[in-house]
């Protein structure tokens, strides 16, 4: 509520409780209804959002200094404090053809950052034998992956009466595991976890080995080749890995070309498939052979 322009603040205030409390993104784009969306709908506000409220808006995630965005606007999204992320759209200027920044600011979309505490609880049981094992997490988008990763991450760094704390390692690229603000996680974790925010997958996981001997290493939505050399040298050096994959299952994933060699190589020994049906989360647990190994269930309700 803090970085909104006070009218659209205003008719967010008018909500009901809970779906304030259901709140999932608040899309804002110039001369157009600002739009929520909660529990998988959407509603239009009866408001348009004007250019002064872009302006203040760019205001507010910049501190009131564009050039130190400079980096969050070749990547297309801003991290603020909280852990909330706002994506941007406008005019893309290119040099060498590649991004440089966008300009011109024209759509706003604040994804509301909410921790679950207890989220991969019922998960534990099948990702824990002797060890961890070494887990994927498939689902589309706004199925819960990251949430989950951020929950099993809590978990292992904190430890418990049947397993003892690790050192966790989030390479955190789009700043949303952690959240962090200027290097400093925003969500709960244990004392045993270091984050390397907004850093490159592949480049991150290597620093991390040579570096920071986590004993398990966190990421989100991996797909590059990059990143599948990266998780071998991972897994050559013994450390447990934890990641996420857009997919509706783990057979679209292990059909890119680039993660196949993941699945020749059996490294994942077990697979979560998340998915959102009717504003619920439902989970199906598998092995390296995509055989089930826990039936179908619901993980929360949105």
Known sequence: MRILPEKIRSHLQKLDLCQQEQLEEIRIRLFRPVEVIFSGHHLFLPYAASPEDGQVLMNEISGFSIYALEEELRRGYVTISGGHRVGLAGKVITAGGKVKMIRDVTSFNIRVARQKIGAADQLIPFLYTDRWLNTLVAGPPQSGKTTMLRDMARIISSGSENQGSLKVGIVDERSEIAG???????????????????????????????????????????????????????????????????????????RRPALAPLFRSHVFERIIELDRERGKRVFRILDGSFKPVAEEGLLWSS
Not at 187 to 196: A, E, W
Not at 214 to 233: N, T, Y
């Open 180 to 254: 962090s603000v200027n290097g400093v996680p925003q969500h709960t974790f244990g004392h045993r976890l270091d984050v390397l925010d907004s850093c490159p997958k592949a480049e991150g996981m290597m620093m991390m080995i040579r570096s920071l001997s986590p004993d398990v290493m966190v990421a989100d939505e991996i797909g590059s080749a990059e990143d599948c050399r990266a998780i071998m040298e991972a897994i050559h050096a013994g450390v447990r890995i934890m990641v996420s994959v857009h997919g509706f299952s783990a057979a679209d994933a292990a």
